[in-house]
């Protein structure tokens, strides 16, 4: 009997380094957080979470993550199915640029965000003819938003579309279907668990998002201030504690997108297999 040559280390030696690893950039510094956090007491942990300031702020974020990622779930498919149904020129180009920002510093997309819808701005100028303000509100913390989640939304679809059989498509019209009956009975619900798959990571990186955020929305208390920048606030104040508290809330709200994301991946996991 032939011995299976593996390509890496043994079991024990790559479960070993992948624990390391996990621990030394996830683990532990999760692990800070709530070290930080029990040298409160509960009264004290609810008394900081439940500040007018603070619960404003998880309102701006909450609300403008959801409304962002919802506009990029829509998006998103549609790009995705431009990517894959159609050759235009220029095509590769358009697939790399979705990843944009992936690779830009969140710093410098929301700068140039600022100087594009602001008053002066090129695309501020066009929306303030018609009375809308999109720089410093939260409309521009949606536009921000978007800008950032909109990879997710179609990298979770696209490699779905790709491996779509489109003989159930031409199935459905040769019975009658119209094109708008076999999206939505057939395309859809293939791609339904990728979109909320999409939907969610989208709104766990906007929901924590920082960098892009910060300059666009004017921080104004209670209008358009995030929960990132309260805990920033927090930390430039010295009071760790307080900063550790608020970011708890932040990543039990993450903890439980990542959770919902994964029931559907195994929920979708189990349809497939049920369905060979």
Request: aromatic share 10%; net charge positive; proline share 5%.
């Given at each position: 009997?032939?011995?299976?040559?593996?390509?890496?280390?043994?079991?024990?030696?790559s479960?070993?380094?992948?624990?390391?690893?996990?621990?030394?950039?996830?683990?532990?510094?999760?692990?800070?957080?709530?070290?930080?956090?029990?040298?409160?007491?509960?009264?004290?942990?609810?008394?900081?979470?439940?500040?007018?300031?603070?619960?404003?702020s998880?309102?701006?974020?909450?609300?403008?993550?959801?409304?962002?990622?919802?506009?990029?779930?829509?998006?998103?498919?549609?790009?995705?199915?431009?990517?894959v149904?159609?050759?235009?020129?220029?095509?590769?180009?358009?697939?790399?640029?979705?990843?944009?920002?992936?690779?830009?510093?969140?710093?410098?997309?929301?700068?140039?965000?600022?100087?594009?819808?602001?008053?002066?701005?090129?695309?501020?100028?066009?929306?303030?003819?018609?009375?809308?303000?999109?720089?410093?509100?939260?409309?521009?913390?949606?536009?921000?938003?978007?800008?950032?989640?909109?990879?997710?939304?179609?990298?979770?679809?696209?490699?779905?579309?790709?491996?779509?059989?489109?003989?159930?498509?031409?199935?459905?019209?040769?019975?009658?279907?119209?094109?708008?009956?076999?999206?939505w009975?057939?395309?859809?619900?293939?791609?339904?668990?990728?979109?909320?798959?999409?939907?969610?990571?989208?709104?766990?990186?906007?929901?924590?998002?920082?960098g892009?955020?910060?300059?666009?929305?004017?921080?104004?208390?209670?209008?358009?201030?995030?929960?990132?920048?309260?805990?920033?606030?927090?930390?430039?104040?010295?009071?760790?504690?307080?900063?550790?508290?608020?970011?708890?809330?932040?990543?039990?709200?993450?903890?439980?997108?990542?959770?919902?994301?994964?029931?559907?991946?195994?929920?979708?996991?189990?349809?497939?297999?049920?369905?060979?």
């Amino acid at each position: 009997m032939k011995k299976k040559v593996r390509i890496i280390p043994g079991f024990g030696l790559s479960m070993g380094v992948t624990l390391a690893l996990l621990s030394l950039i996830v683990l532990i510094p999760l692990a800070s957080l709530v070290v930080f956090t029990a040298k409160m007491s509960p009264s004290e942990i609810w008394e900081v979470i439940t500040r007018k300031r603070v619960l404003a702020s998880f309102e701006v974020s909450v609300l403008t993550a959801f409304i962002a990622s919802a506009v990029n779930a829509v998006m998103g498919v549609i790009l995705a199915w431009v990517l894959v149904r159609y050759d235009f020129p220029f095509k590769r180009l358009l697939d790399g640029m979705i990843e944009l920002p992936f690779a830009l510093p969140t710093a410098v997309a929301g700068i140039s965000l600022t100087s594009l819808y602001a008053d002066t701005g090129l695309m501020g100028r066009l929306f303030s003819k018609f009375g809308i303000k999109v720089a410093y509100t939260r409309l521009g913390i949606i536009v921000a938003l978007i800008f950032i989640g909109i990879p997710f939304v179609v990298r979770s679809v696209q490699p779905v579309l790709e491996k779509l059989d489109p003989l159930y498509e031409e199935a459905a019209g040769m019975l009658g279907a119209s094109r708008t009956r076999i999206f939505w009975k057939v395309i859809l619900p293939e791609l339904r668990p990728a979109i909320f798959t999409g939907f969610g990571l989208a709104f766990g990186r906007c929901l924590g998002e920082y960098g892009s955020v910060v300059f666009i929305a004017g921080n104004h208390p209670y209008e358009t201030e995030i929960t990132p920048l309260i805990i920033m606030s927090e930390l430039q104040e010295y009071d760790y504690s307080s900063a550790t508290a608020i970011a708890l809330v932040m990543l039990a709200a993450a903890f439980l997108i990542l959770f919902l994301v994964n029931l559907i991946q195994i929920h979708n996991s189990r349809i497939l297999k049920g369905g060979h």
